[in-house]
């Protein structure tokens, strides 16, 4: 039998529609990856296999009684360990939560459960999704299968990497500034952030709330279209949740056709900063949509430039505020609770010893950005630049239907590079954080490697609130065309890993 | 050096000093579940068995908004003749203490659903108007129990207990504008205005009002001024007064406090203080300074609360009758002067006589019984009316055995007596007292012989045409039957005896 972690998702449930394979079968040959590569990998934090066979067998149990089963009933997928699984032990990548285990599921978990889709494990993610290379995780960097010594992007760098590795076809990621996108497009795989309150975030353990999106990640457009599909929709217990029929995602990763579609090249999205091979790969897929039929002009966003810095201060002070429940009062870590000690002293020790560095450091920048005499100042003018960049989008989809950039300046750099500059890091997002201030549907999607380094590029593509479709449709496009020159999906092309055991 | 006293008199402190107040209500709303969950909002369930991940603020959890307690508030707005928002957000109120599981408050802050308001109260007849800042919506903390001190408070305490159970239920924070009445005026003006809420509340039917369970609370700013002067003093923030007795006795305790302090040449601090229903004081809390900072951003898991001009119009339709007008109304129904109806507010009277006067008793009796008897009482005993055990129904059956004839007043009052001492029912009292008139004529024909025997000047003077004269053989009687006759009664046979 062919090796089924090289599967898509689709084809997986086609292989199991038609009975030539069970979930068992499939979900069991994910978790003999897992067991063979994530030794070097380290794209798990917690791998639960009984449970995961457990609802294999559940599904298999289903199809042979004959129930109507979802599309993706039996595939197996990698959870991003900042939704909540119950039972399960959930991190978030910090030491304080180290042991928790949630007594209920997000809703994101309920929908996957409910279409039968199979839960591996937990995946790595920089501490509290605060970084872009999963080196701030208290539980040690995860490494791009493309290249071991690299960082597979970040936050959502153990889902992206999973999926890179074979590990599972699928995954799901969240996106604050570009948690899903960047890991994507480090990992020469496909990471959508959906329109702000398109997904669920009930379980979701807060970062910044008014920027935090779960979406899927996949290998194809197609896959992360239908796991699109199992997890959006509107969720009563998420009051900022869109109350809107599920824009047509599979539908138009299905159809692919950019013909006469309108697409803006956002002309403060390249230039001084990016690397020459991820622009070279970023224009040629530009051409290669023009040829398509697709009429692309230049777009200026003027106020982009300022969204880091607005990013900068609304996520730290959002963050400084989410994270106050950390307080070893009622779960995960409890550090100096020696009888002696005060209910304060203790909330004190175990925040200190229960977080790391990075966490500290946006922690004690949002707590500032909102302290009295200041939050005019910071916050106040950072919801204005939000607004700001809000009305470029709107301005600029008055001219095209949807916005293109590269995903990230620069492809995969190596593991510690960055790590001590968060200046460097930070400006990794500069392409993905837009989208999140203004809360509209984007994606990144392979289209190349880079010259310089042979390491995957991200395309990213931006598209209006409820509008993901249409990331969906030049993606599709974009997909087939390249697939057509490389005689398949950009990750054909990526090296074999070692199997370590 | 002499030691300053610690308070001065009352009317020492207000010679010298205008009190100036600010009132900050919390109101637990009676809705059937919490403010951002589904929780149950029952009190007294055993410790923390009313909570989920939403109230307890597990990692993830998300708030959505109880829709009945934003119409509860903005009830309670179009009540104290408040605004209503065409828009307005929840924000965050972030500081740490271990019985709130968020570490922030999901309260309102620059942009609370009812502003701009008024309300009026009325003490010793005259109509105070007190203006009213703002009404926001908020959630309650858990309850903590702090144990092994002496004292029940945290200091001195070896560990302590919280129950989430209270977290997340929903409060309405009715905060007044600063409120400058005559100094002698100040706290009994609180007071009624506290009184006036909880009335009002009820009315509503959004709180159940229960002061013994914590549902409304008060916390009063006080701060002096010397007198004629414009310039505001120090404040201080008594917390948790939480009887209308309390308010008044709090108040006034801080007006004697700082006119010690500031009288001595010292200065109030600025601080939260707390009070101390048995020993009648306040003692110093936590300082609190202007610098205390919240961090108060826009709370981005929930979105803008915008109600519609339609249904804020809807509601007012609902509301009922405003207490000004509703007393207006009842002081013409009843027939009381002006004078009359002041002593029925000022004795708390109000809802009593309402609900006697519902169970047929005249207003006149009803009004006479509770401002009379149970008022003066209440007031002798230091105790609220409402607490005195002794409601409209058993008012009512002592006044049914008045009209009867199976009393007369003086008798009701004893049974009233034995009522305030827990000695049963209007019945087993007269029982167990003896105290049912003598209806038997020939025993108060008895009695009246033995009058006109023992004097006869008087008889001599109703004989040489002064009729009035018999007043006193009538007492005489009333006297010698130990007051169970009926005085009517008596004077009937009294005259078919002398013959006028």
Redesign the interface.
């Known amino acids: 039998m062919t090796d089924l972690t090289r599967k898509t998702a689709a084809e997986l449930a086609e292989l199991m529609t038609s009975g030539q394979a069970s979930s068992v079968e499939v979900t069991q040959a994910h978790l003999d990856r897992i067991a063979a590569v994530d030794g070097d990998v380290h794209a798990f934090l917690h791998v639960d296999a009984e449970g995961a066979l457990a609802q294999a067998k559940a599904v298999d149990t289903k199809r042979a009684a004959g129930e109507q089963l979802a599309p993706l009933a039996g595939v197996p997928l990698a959870l991003k360990d900042v939704?909540?699984q119950e039972g399960v032990p959930?991190t978030?990548g910090s030491k304080i939560?180290e042991g928790?285990k949630?007594?209920?599921d997000?809703t994101v978990v309920k929908r996957l459960k409910a279409a039968g889709i199979v839960i591996l494990g937990k995946t790595n993610m920089d501490e509290f999704a605060m970084g872009s290379s999963t080196e701030n995780s208290a539980y040690g960097t995860t490494h791009n299968p493309w290249d071991l010594s690299r960082i597979p992007g970040g936050s959502g760098g153990g889902s992206s990497a999973a999926i890179s590795a074979y590990e599972a076809p699928l995954a799901i990621g969240t996106d604050t500034g570009g948690s899903i996108r960047q890991p994507g497009a480090f990992t020469g795989t496909v990471g959508v952030k959906p329109t702000y309150g398109g997904t669920s975030?009930?379980?979701?353990?807060?970062l910044?709330?008014?920027l935090d999106t779960p979406g899927p990640c996949a290998r194809t457009t197609l896959d992360a279209a239908l796991l699109h599909e199992a997890i959006a929709g509107y969720d009563?217990?998420?009051?900022?949740s869109i109350n809107q029929p599920v824009p047509a995602v599979v539908e138009a990763a299905r159809d692919g056709d950019v013909a006469g579609l309108r697409i803006g090249v956002v002309k403060e999205l390249g230039g001084e900063g990016y690397q020459p091979g991820v622009e070279a790969r970023f224009h040629e897929a530009v051409e290669l949509l023009t040829k398509l039929g697709a009429e692309v002009v230049e777009v200026s966003c003027p106020h982009f430039e300022y969204a880091l810095p607005a990013y900068y201060l609304i996520l730290p002070?959002?963050a400084?505020?989410n994270l106050?429940?950390?307080?070893a009062?009622?779960?995960g870590l409890r550090v100096g609770d020696n009888?002696e000690n005060s209910?304060?002293k203790v909330?004190s020790l175990t925040r200190e010893a229960g977080f790391g560095a990075e966490v500290k450091r946006r922690i004690i920048l949002g707590?500032h950005a909102?302290?009295?005499g200041y939050?005019d100042a910071y916050?106040g003018q950072a919801q204005k630049v939000r607004t700001l960049i809000a009305r470029d989008f709107a301005k600029a989809y008055e001219q095209v239907d949807v916005l293109v950039s590269p995903a990230t300046p620069t492809t995969a750099f190596a593991i510690g590079d960055r790590i001590d500059d968060p200046i460097a890091m930070y400006k990794n997002d500069l392409c993905t954080i837009p989208s999140n201030l203004a809360g509209n549907a984007a994606a990144s999607f392979p289209c190349g490697l880079a010259d310089e380094d042979g390491l995957p590029v991200g395309f990213h593509v931006m598209a209006p609130v409820m509008r993901d479709d249409l990331c969906y449709q030049v993606g599709a496009a974009l997909e087939s065309a390249l697939a057509e020159q490389w005689g398949g999906v950009l990750m054909t092309k990526a090296p074999e890993l070692g199997v370590t055991r | 050096m002499t030691v300053a006293a610690d308070v001065l008199e009352i009317d020492d402190a207000l010679a010298q000093y205008d009190p100036v107040m600010g009132l900050e209500v919390h109101v637990e709303l009676n809705t059937k579940s919490k403010m951002f969950c589904g929780c149950p909002t029952e009190f007294g369930a055993p410790p923390n068995t009313q909570t989920c991940?939403v109230c307890?603020?597990?990692?993830?959890?998300?708030?959505?908004?109880n829709a009945r307690g934003v119409e509860s508030a903005i009830k309670i707005g179009l009540a104290l003749n408040c605004e209503i928002a065409e828009w307005c957000r929840f924000a965050?109120k972030?500081y740490?203490y271990?019985d709130m599981?968020?570490?922030?408050q999901t309260s309102q802050y620059d942009e609370p659903i009812a502003f701009n308001g008024w309300t009026e109260v009325v003490v010793d007849g005259e109509t105070y108007r007190i203006e009213i800042e703002r009404a926001h919506m908020e959630e309650d903390t858990g309850k903590s129990t702090h144990v092994g001190g002496a004292t029940g408070r945290i200091h001195g305490a070896?560990h302590?207990l919280?129950d989430y159970n209270r977290a997340g239920i929903p409060l309405i924070e009715i905060v007044t504008k600063t409120i400058e009445v005559p100094g002698e005026k100040a706290a009994a003006v609180a007071r009624a205005y506290v009184s006036m809420l909880r009335d009002l509340l009820l009315a509503l039917g959004v709180s159940d009002v229960r002061m013994d369970q914590g549902s409304l609370r008060c916390d009063a700013n006080v701060s002096l001024k010397p007198r004629g002067s414009s310039t505001l003093g120090t404040r201080t923030e008594t917390k948790n007064v939480n009887s209308f007795r309390s308010v008044e006795r709090a108040i006034t305790y801080e007006i004697t406090r700082q006119a010690a302090v500031l009288s001595s040449g010292g200065k109030v601090v600025q601080e939260t203080r707390h009070w101390h229903e048995d020993t009648g004081v306040t003692t110093s809390g936590r300082e609190k300074s202007d610098a205390d900072?919240y961090?108060?951003?826009p709370e981005?898991?929930?979105?803008p609360v915008a109600p519609s001009r339609e249904w804020v119009e809807e509601l007012r339709a609902t509301l009922p009758e405003a207490p000004s007008v509703r007393r207006a109304r009842l002081q013409e129904d009843w027939g009381f002067t002006d004078l009359e109806m002041r002593d029925v507010i000022n004795g708390n009277a109000l809802e009593p006589i309402v609900a006697t006067v519902e169970l047929g008793v005249t207003p006149a009796a009803a009004k006479k019984w509770w401002l009379g008897e149970l008022a003066r009482s209440a007031n002798e005993s230091g105790q609220e009316l409402d607490a005195l055990g002794v409601g409209p129904e058993q008012v009512a059956e002592v006044q049914k055995l008045v009209d009867e004839g199976t009393l007369n007043d003086k008798l009701a009052r004893q049974v009233f007596e034995g009522l305030l001492a827990g000695e049963g029912t209007p019945a087993e009292i007269i029982e167990k007292r003896g105290l049912a008139l003598v209806s038997d004529d020939s025993a108060l024909i008895e009695a009246i012989d033995r009058a006109i025997a023992a004097n006869p000047d008087v008889v001599e003077k109703v004989n040489s045409g002064k009729p009035a004269a018999a007043g006193a053989l009538i007492g005489a009687v009333m006297k010698d039957m130990r007051g169970q006759a009926d005085a009517a009664k008596v004077r009937q046979l009294l005259n078919e005896k002398l013959g006028i």
């Open positions: 939704l909540t959930t978030a939560l928790w949630p007594p209920y997000s975030r009930y379980g979701l353990i807060a910044a709330s008014s009563p217990m998420d009051s900022t002070s959002e400084s505020s106050a429940r950390f307080d009062m009622r779960y009888g209910a304060e909330t707590t909102l302290s009295s939050y916050y | 991940p307890l603020g597990l990692p993830g959890a998300l708030p959505v908004v965050r972030n740490f271990p599981p968020k570490n922030f070896s302590s919280v900072d961090r108060y951003f981005p898991d929930l979105v």
